[in-house]
């Protein structure tokens, strides 16, 4: 495992929460039940949630990785078996889905509350990463670079393999920081599913595709909050209060039963550079082969071009509700 430097405390947060709609008839006709995508093996005998565990877990202990999930997953016996032996306290339950700001405010509100001078690094489950420890070594960089000056939020931009336009990309800033060995470059802006034509101009200027894979000081970014969405702050600091507490699970439930749904990307990322000009940064990643598994046609041609087309995996065995302990709403 990769160690943090200076002694600071790293820890991670997965991202699982999401229902992958557009995925669903894809999903059903391969396996016989509608199964959010990222507790589905699509190839091998790891799903993507149980890959991005085994990614994550390079460098950050398993006790200190919080992983979010709605609690209406957990009628599928696949989610139960997956986060059975999660340690405890690090499965973080959502009442109900209310988009990615919601998901990652809440385990980010459970990290906080245990370890509030971490360095947090966000992993979606729904990713394909071929080249892992290339890819986990760029992690490693941004925490670096986090633990340097925590003022920074630290995105990973992957080079594009061509100009696709179900990406978000993200247009680096031509201004060089005077650090020589800091490969990172100030966010210019964001454009979000850009036309084909477009996106190339993008690839042109040094764009690159967001991971959504970012780095930041968990009191840096839950500050940026503040700034963007006084209010969305305000009803996380409640349920960051109230964890720990005989009212934990009911204070979460009546936030989320009075909060808007926020896309974290669209509706408070990109207010970001407003509130805190020189927050934003993001460090490309070279060399790596990389996917959001978002469409059948991105799966099939990703392994249509590793000839692993007809590996398509089946279901293991289930596991039983009460086997699983869990935190949260």
Known sequence: MIQATHGSTRCGI?????????????????????????????????????QTFHRAEKMIPSDRLFTVVSRDHLAH??????????????????????????????????????????????????????????????????????????SRVVLLGVEPEGPESEYGYILPSERQHPEFSNPAHPVSHFIEKPHPSVAQGLIGEGGVWNTMVMVFKAKTLIDLVRRAAPKLHHAFHRIWRAIGTAKETAVIKEVYRKIESINFSK???????????????????????????????????????????????????????????????
């Open 77 to 150: 016996s696949e989610v139960r078996r997956q986060i059975a032996g999660r340690p405890k306290g690090t499965v973080v339950l959502q009442p109900e889905n209310k988009e990615t700001g919601p998901g990652l405010l809440l385990p980010l509100m459970h990290a906080y509350k245990h370890h509030p001078e971490a360095v947090v690094v966000i992993f979606p489950s729904d990713h394909y990463i071929l080249e892992e420890d290339l890819f986990m070594g760029h992690v490693e960089l941004a925490c670096r670079q986090v633990e340097r000056d925590p």
């Open 14 to 50: 997965v991202l699982a929460a999401g229902e992958g709609m557009r995925l669903r008839p894809f999903i059903l006709r391969l396996k016989g039940k509608p199964l959010p995508k990222q507790y589905v093996n699509f190839v091998g005998s790891r799903s993507m949630l149980e």
């Open 267 to 329: 509706e408070l990322l990109q207010l970001f550079p407003s509130q805190a000009p020189s927050s934003l940064w993001v460090l490309p990643v070279r060399g790596v082969t990389w996917s959001d598994w978002g469409s059948e046609q991105r799966i099939r041609s990703v392994l249509e071009r590793r000839g692993l087309l007809g590996q398509l995996s089946a279901f293991p065995d289930p596991m039983p509700l009460e086997a699983v302990g869990l935190s949260g709403g």
